[in-house]
């Protein structure tokens, strides 16, 4: 089993950045990779970024240059930077786990972005 737990989303002001965290607990050797998803209201959930096990990073084109997906092991965490953020970036943003089941999903924060 594996829990995971998003904070740091909140509202800002367009340009603003936002640190998003999440926090990982349960069966962490099992994981893959970590990934940021978004949705928008009447909008599909999207890949924002993808950090492996390995360390390797991804990102959407929307956002790199942008945004930065970092871990830190020692606290079984992993954290999305957000820079000059704009109000389309405004969605709720999931942490997922990739494992060899089904994928693990944390319960989401929402991110607002005004103009």
């Known amino acids: 089993q594996l829990q995971l737990v998003e904070s740091g989303g909140g509202l800002v002001q367009a340009g603003g950045s936002l640190r998003l965290s999440c926090a990982a607990s349960?069966?962490?050797?099992?994981?893959?990779?970590i990934r940021w998803f978004r949705q928008a209201p009447g909008k599909q959930r999207g890949l924002v970024a993808t950090?492996?096990?390995?360390?390797?990073?991804v990102y959407a084109s929307s956002v790199k240059g942008r945004f930065t997906i970092s871990r830190d092991n020692a606290v079984n965490t992993v954290y999305l930077q957000m820079n000059s953020l704009q109000p389309e970036d405004t969605a709720v943003y999931y942490c997922?786990?990739?494992?060899?089941?089904?994928?693990?999903w944390g319960q989401g924060t929402q991110v607002t972005v005004s103009s």
């Open positions: 997922n786990a990739q494992v060899s089941g089904p994928d693990y």
């Open positions: 349960g069966s962490i050797r099992s994981i893959y990779a």
């Open positions: 950090i492996t096990s390995g360390g390797t990073t």
